[in-house]
């Protein structure tokens, strides 16, 4: 198998070549790289080629970190080994826990050659305090950029990367999500770098791909055959004159969003896209008592529980993502919500009602949901009137609220995606949003009579 390298990559592979030291040494025209694109664009599996050349090669320590990553061993050392095997470097390293070192190296010291794997934040909390010692290392990668909440955490450890022997890079690995993001705002916005361009720049490398980068049989039939289809749409979008575009089929319009954000990597403008505009990350407080609201899933959709805090007063809902798995049993779920909740109430979706009643007959506070035509977009429509307050640590629910878009804005209709919290969050705050707007409707109506 002859392993061919999109071309937009080649600077990351050059960046190799730089080396400290000696009469000829000059300094790589970048230290950061930040890869974008959609589905099946390859940046993920390309940085890993580069990485695993980095720490043969070229002797480079790599720290390999995602924002939330719980279990090492069963998928992204698994994956990195398959790149060292696909260029004939894996004999050359030992696999540990959390570890790949170099096997020459008797004692692995801060210049060992060797690639890390760490979770800046898990289900204990925000771990960014346990990557102090990062002095030795050279190369910092962030998978999965658009989990981390911050331009600060992550500006924190980079700043910390500073090996003397080689030169340093920090790799930024993304699927775009909204404007706002700090990623968008940082390296595009305020360098005036247009989406999807490719080049270097004040010291950052821009690399974009599609999956119309790679070759075709990196891409399986199947998942091609639904990129085709959605295209189709996406094009007929666009040469509809715009002002008839409202009137086109939901289908057309649904396809063209998951093609232009999901499969060509684009970033969504928030104030067009998304269905929630006013949010901001930030300690949850409650202050009034704590609401809960719960949307049940399985294999696939995860079953997730918010805590949610509404505070009239300032117009703010604070919430905060407490549960997001999937393949939790009944008892699972109950030993959660009792956790979580204790005796306190979740609303929770109606059309479960099954597991509702098994869940109450165990203990749980738990009650369905009002749900019925119009109930989705009524539910939006409360929430709307709140800034809501994420509690930094909701890493899903931060990725959703970036991702959830409108199919119909129009008629107030959403695109079924990217919903499992935020539909617990409807559920958790739509009685006492629908009760507090009838009561200023009976206050409004008193004043006018």
Request: aromatic residues 10%; negative net charge; glycine residues 6%.
């Amino acid at each position: 198998m002859v392993l061919e390298i999109p071309n937009k990559f080649e600077p990351l592979f050059e960046w190799l070549q730089y080396k400290r030291g000696g009469k000829d040494e000059s300094k790589p025209p970048f230290s950061v790289a930040i890869l974008t694109g959609g589905r099946n664009s390859f940046k993920s599996f390309t940085a890993s080629v580069m990485l695993a050349e980095a720490v043969s090669s070229f002797s480079h320590r790599i720290l390999y970190t995602r924002y939330t990553m719980t279990s090492t061993e069963d998928s992204v050392i698994p994956e990195f080994k398959e790149k060292l095997d696909l260029l004939n470097y894996g004999d050359r390293f030992n696999i540990n826990k959390d570890r790949i070192i170099y096997k020459e190296e008797k004692e692995e010291s801060e210049t060992t050659p060797k690639v890390v794997f760490k979770g800046i934040k898990t289900s204990a909390g925000n771990q960014t305090a346990n990557l102090k010692s990062l002095k030795g290392f050279s190369i910092f990668v962030l998978e999965e950029a658009e989990e981390m909440p911050s331009f600060s955490e992550w500006d924190k450890i980079r700043k910390s990367i500073r090996a003397k022997d080689v030169f340093n890079l920090c790799i930024l690995i993304l699927n775009p999500t909204t404007k706002e993001h700090w990623v968008h705002k940082e390296f595009f916005e305020e360098r005036g770098i247009p989406d999807g361009w490719n080049g270097i720049k004040d010291g950052v490398c821009y690399i974009h791909t599609t999956y119309k980068d790679g070759q075709r049989d990196w891409t399986a039939d199947h998942i091609m055959e639904d990129f085709e289809k959605t295209e189709e749409a996406y094009h007929q979008y666009l040469s509809t004159p715009t002002k008839e575009r409202d009137s086109l089929p939901e289908k057309i319009k649904k396809w063209h969003n998951y093609f232009a954000h999901s499969v060509l990597g684009g970033w969504l403008d928030k104030a067009e896209g998304v269905v929630f505009t006013d949010w901001v990350i930030g300690p949850y407080q409650e202050i009034n008592s704590t609401l809960h609201g719960q949307d049940f899933g399985f294999s696939v959709d995860p079953t997730t529980l918010v805590s949610a805090s509404i505070d009239k007063a300032c117009k703010k809902i604070h919430l905060r993502e407490e549960l997001y798995k999937t393949h939790l049993t009944t008892t699972d779920i109950y030993e959660a919500n009792k956790r979580v909740a204790g005796t306190r109430k979740v609303y929770a979706d109606s059309e479960e009602p099954r597991l509702i009643e098994e869940l109450r007959k165990r203990g749980n506070n738990i009650e369905a949901v009002e749900k019925g035509p119009g109930s989705v977009s009524a539910g939006i429509a409360l929430m709307q009137d709140y800034q809501l307050v994420i509690d930094p640590g909701s890493i899903n629910l931060i990725k959703e609220l970036n991702n959830y878009v409108w199919s119909d804005k129009k008629s107030g209709v959403p695109v079924d995606a990217y919903n499992h919290l935020i539909d617990a969050c409807r559920y958790a705050c739509y009685k006492e949003l629908k009760t507090s707007r009838n009561v200023d409707l009976k206050k409004i109506g008193r004043m006018l009579g």
